[in-house]
């Protein structure tokens, strides 16, 4: 007879985060609870030309609060900043000892781990461009490249150009924690995050390592970013009022707003959490993972990459829809998105669709790319700690084809136990974690 399958409990054991609402946990809560919008004119460049002329920044960041070596991360770019501070503050919640060659904390760094959901950094723009000007031959029409690589060669840093290459985050962060288990990144746009926290808590369940700092780190907010996502007209142009722009599951809604920042979870093994006395926030029993295989930017119209990735984190949690209390959203603010993630949560919940609570954080922070899923994923968390539902704000017109419950405005004081974060991604990348709660006194290893 085969013997049954167990495997370690994976739990979080600390928060962090680095965002356009708040520096930190708390004040990000209590900003989505207020229903506060991070979203303003763009400062970062001068997009007064662009057709859209706002973000959501983070604004007044000072790494030195967060670091004693700000020396190691001078050339970081935007989002490997974000994430050394975000970071910092999710190990000291969960009492792991940065910046120190010998740490007293207990931990075997060669079973700690680092995955993140992390974008690609902005090139020097200036310089970049001011070569190709300089490069580019009138006469001939054509590019003289040994004159661009004189110009670029003086006006170009290594390190910056260093900095673009998407393994940055995770390169800061090895050094600021000393961990030296497995080390990952993905960049499945806008699932990055939700991605990395998802397969960081597999590799966690079959043993590849005891802690994984996990989540995501993006800046966008930069001419090449905003330019693209003007030109596929995915984000919002209502430069009239910003800060109602993101406006998720109403008719009025035109695309999303472009954010920043950086989110960390520690995802740890229970034995190692008990064994070290760290505080549990919640568990993570299920994840989802699927392709549309359909279009470079558009989900496919049924919504079958998005059925298939809830499906599968329910399947892996081990629950049914009937146990999920509160699904918090993609929830974009296109007209694409809103609707086709309607249908797929409608496929899945069948007739309890239209009474679960669904919202979208988006209508606040605006769209994190990489570091939106592990964002929204600490308002789960957070959710069932406090027993109260993040709103979707700006739900003043709603669309007569979305008809589900999207807390709309107020946050809602309830009951959760059980929640599902849903992130769907450009190329058809969907991923789907669930998370519950803690309850004290469980066994270390679930069957």
Avoid at 140 to 154: C, E, F, G
Avoid at 402 to 425: A, C, H, Q
Wanted: glycine share 10%; charged share 20%.
């Amino acid at each position: 007879m085969a013997s049954e399958k167990t495997y370690e409990r994976v739990v979080i054991t600390g928060m962090g985060i680095l965002s356009p609402l708040g520096h930190d946990v708390e004040s990000f809560w209590q900003a989505v609870l207020a229903g506060k919008s991070g979203v303003d004119k763009t400062t970062i460049f001068d997009a007064s030309t662009f057709p859209t002329t706002f973000s959501a920044e983070v604004k007044n960041y000072d790494i030195t609060k967060f670091t004693k070596k700000p020396h190691l991360h001078k050339d970081g770019n935007r989002g490997s900043r974000f994430a050394v501070g975000a970071a910092v503050q999710a190990c000291k919640q969960a009492g792991i000892e940065v910046e120190t060659d010998k740490p007293a904390d207990g931990i075997d760094r060669k079973r700690m781990g680092i995955y993140l959901g992390a974008g690609e950094g902005a090139a020097n723009h200036e310089a970049f461009f001011g070569a190709i000007a300089a490069g580019w031959n009138d006469q001939v029409n054509q590019m003289d490249w040994l004159k661009w690589a004189d110009v670029a060669a003086v006006e170009m840093k290594a390190m910056h150009e260093l900095e673009q290459e998407a393994n940055m985050p995770a390169a800061h962060l090895a050094m600021l924690t000393g961990a030296r288990g497995p080390i990952r990144s993905c960049l499945t746009a806008c699932a990055a995050s939700t991605q990395a926290i998802g397969e960081a808590a597999m590799l966690i369940r079959r043993g590849g390592a005891d802690i994984i700092i996990a989540g995501g780190a993006h800046s966008m907010i930069h001419p090449l970013g905003q330019t693209g996502f003007n030109r596929l007209t995915a984000i919002s142009t209502r430069n009239d009022n910003p800060q109602t722009a993101s406006r998720p599951f109403t008719a009025s809604r035109d695309g999303f707003v472009l954010g920043e920042g950086s989110a960390i979870v520690i995802l740890e093994t229970l034995t190692s959490a008990k064994k070290r006395g760290a505080p549990i926030f919640a568990e993570v029993i299920g994840f989802g993972s699927s392709s549309d295989a359909f279009r470079v930017t558009d989900m496919h119209e049924d919504g079958r990459g998005a059925i298939q990735a809830i499906e599968a984190s329910i399947a892996d949690a081990g629950i049914t829809y009937k146990d999920i209390d509160y699904i918090n959203a993609h929830g974009t603010s296109t007209a694409e998105n809103d609707l086709i993630e309607t249908k797929a949560i409608k496929a899945v919940f069948k007739e309890r669709a239209k009474q679960v609570a669904v919202s979208s954080v988006k209508s606040m922070m605006g769209h994190l790319i990489g570091a939106a899923g592990a964002a929204e994923l600490i308002t789960c968390v957070l959710a069932i700690r406090d027993g109260i539902v993040p709103p979707t704000i700006n739900l003043n017109d709603p669309d007569p084809q979305l008809d589900l419950d999207y807390v709309p405005n107020v946050p809602r004081k309830m009951t959760v136990n059980t929640v599902m974060k849903e992130s769907f991604g450009f190329g058809g990348q969907n991923d789907v974690v669930i998370v519950k709660k803690w309850i004290s006194g469980e066994q270390e290893i679930r069957k």
